[in-house]
C-alpha cells in the first residue's frame, strides 16, 4: 500500500519500526499534491524544501536516540487563517495577499512541537466567510468525489486535502460549521472542539465568540490524536480553558457503555435530502445494534439558531476586521486620495463581495438605533439555544443528526443565491453558538457516490466521549475507508 493512503496513526508506527523514514513520506504527500493540485486547488502556498527540512530535522532526532513527539515525521497542512512564521497567510483575500507573519499561531506552535511536518496552507473562503470555498480570492477548491462540485467550507482546502490523499492530517477552522460541513461533503472526519479548548491565539479571527481550531482526518483515531498535539490552556488567549486534556487517542477505542443518543426531531424535518436522512437513519439503527439506546429530544429554538448566528457572526467581523483600513494593515490601494477615500477604496478593493457583505450586515445591526432590535435579540435567542441543549443532555450522552442537508452541491450553483448557501450550515450552527464540541463522521454514500456526514454533538469538554462514541459506528462500517474512485491528476 502506498505512503499515502496510509493512517496518521499507521505513518507514526511505520516510521517508529524503521520501515519507513519521515523524508520518504514527506517525498509522497509532496509528491501527491503535486500531482493533484491543478485539478483540486486545496492549497495556496507549498514549499516542498522546507517540508523536506522538517522531515530531515525529524529523521535526525530519531537518529540521535532524542525524544520525539506523537506527531513524528506525520505530514499536516494548516488552514491559511493560521498564522505560520516566515510563511504567507492571506486568509484568502486580496487584502492579506502580502502579510507575511512574525510568529506561528498556538496550534501552529504546537504541531511543530509534535515533530509535525507542516506541507503548506490550505484555501478557504475568504476571511472563512462561506460554505464552499468559492470565496476564496484566489480561486476555489474543488471536491476530490467529482471534482464539478465543491468541497463545502470555509475549510474547503483543509478536508479537500485530506480526503484527496494530499495529506493525512490538516487543522481548519469552525465559526458556524466550517469543519464539520466540508468534513462531510468530502467524505472524512471533522472535529469542532468546545470553545475555549484549542487556542486562538494566532487565529486571524472572523468571529471571536464563534471560532474554535480543530482536526481533519481520514478516521476518529487520527482525529484523536492531532486534537490531543494541539490542545490545552495557553495564557495568550483570554478565552482559553485551563481543562487537562485527556488522552483521546489511548481512549478512542474503547465503546461507550450504555451509550444513550439523543435524536432531536428538529433536525429531521423540511429540507432535509432524502438521501442524507436514510444514511443517517441507517446510522443509528447500527448504534441500537451495537448497543446504544436512542432518546427522543428536542431543541426547540433551533429553528432560529441560523437567523441568530447570521446577526451575531456578522456582528463581530464588522469590529474584527475594521482593522484593515489600508493605513495600519492590510492591502492599500495605489491611488492618491484623501484618508477618508483611501480607507474606503483599500476595503473595497481588498475585500470581497461576501466579506463585504457581512460587515454591512454587522455595521447595520451594531448601529445606534438597531443594536437592541437585532444584536441584543439575537444574544437572547443564543442563550435559549444554549438552555435546549443543557436540558437534552440531562437525558443523553451525545446528540445526532445528519451534518448537512444535502450532499455536495456544484460549484456556482448556490453563489447567486446568499440565502441558499447560508442554509447549509443550518444544522451546524447551534453548537458555535452553544460552545459544544461536535465531530462529522462519513455514515454513506449517494447513488452518485457522493458522502454523507453523521453529526455527533457532545456537552462541553466531553471530546473522550464524543470522538469515543465516533469510533464505535466507525469501526462497525466501512464508509471511512473508502476513496475518491478515480486517482486526480493520474
Known sequence: MSLTELTAAELVALQAAGKASAAEVAEAFLAAVRDREPVLHSFLHVDEDDARRQAAAVDAKRASGQPLGPLAGVPVAV?????????????????LERFVPPYDAHAVERLRAADAVLLGKTNLDEFAMGSSTENSAFGPTRNPWDPARTPGGSSGGSAAAVAGGQAPLALGTDTG????????????????????????????????????????????????????????????DSTS????????SKTVNEPVKGLRIGVPREFFGEGLDAEVEAAV????????RLGATLVDVSLPHSPYAL????????????????RFDGMHFGHRTKDKLGLIETVSRSRAEGFGPEVQ?????????????????????????????????????????????????????????????????YLSDVY???????????????????????????????????????????????????????????????
Open 177 to 236: 460549521g466550517s469543519i464539520r460541513q466540508p468534513a462531510a461533503l468530502c467524505g472524512v472526519v471533522g472535529l469542532k472542539p468546545t470553545y475555549g479548548r484549542v487556542s486562538r491565539y494566532g487565529l486571524v479571527a472572523f468571529a471571536s465568540s464563534l471560532d474554535q481550531v480543530g482536526p481533519f482526518a481520514r478516521t476518529v483515531g487520527d482525529a484523536a490524536l492531532l486534537l490531543e498535539a494541539v490542545a490545552g490552556h495557553d495564557g495568550r
Open 79 to 95: 488552514k491559511d487563517v493560521l498564522c505560520t512564521k516566515g510563511v504567507r497567510t492571506t486568509c484568502g483575500s486580496r487584502m
Open 281 to 288: 437513519r441507517q446510522a443509528l439503527k447500527e448504534y441500537e
Open 241 to 248: 480553558v485551563a481543562e487537562p486534556v485527556p488522552a483521546y
Open 357 to 421: 457583505r457581512r460587515v454591512l450586515i454587522g455595521s447595520y445591526v451594531l448601529s445606534s438605533g438597531y443594536k437592541d432590535a437585532y444584536y441584543l435579540q439575537a444574544l437572547k435567542v443564543r442563550r435559549r439555544v444554549k438552555g435546549d441543549f443543557d436540558a437534552a443532555f440531562q437525558s443523553c450522552d451525545v446528540i445526532a443528526g445528519p451534518t448537512t442537508p444535502t450532499p455536495a452541491f456544484v460549484i456556482g450553483e448556490k453563489a447567486a443565491d446568499p440565502l441558499a448557501m
Open 428 to 490: 451546524t450552527v447551534s453548537a458555535n453558538l452553544a460552545g459544544l464540541p461536535g465531530l462529522s463522521l462519513p455514515c454513506g454514500f449517494t447513488k452518485s457516490n457522493l458522502p454523507i456526514g453523521l453529526q455527533l454533538l457532545a456537552p462541553p469538554f466531553a471530546e473522550e466521549t464524543l470522538l469515543r462514541a465516533a469510533r464505535m459506528v466507525e469501526a462497525a462500517t466501512d464508509w471511512h475507508a473508502r476513496r475518491p474512485p478515480v486517482k486526480i491528476g493520474a
Open 307 to 322: 437567523a441568530a448566528y447570521y446577526v451575531v457572526a456578522p456582528a463581530e467581523a464588522s469590529s474584527n476586521l475594521a
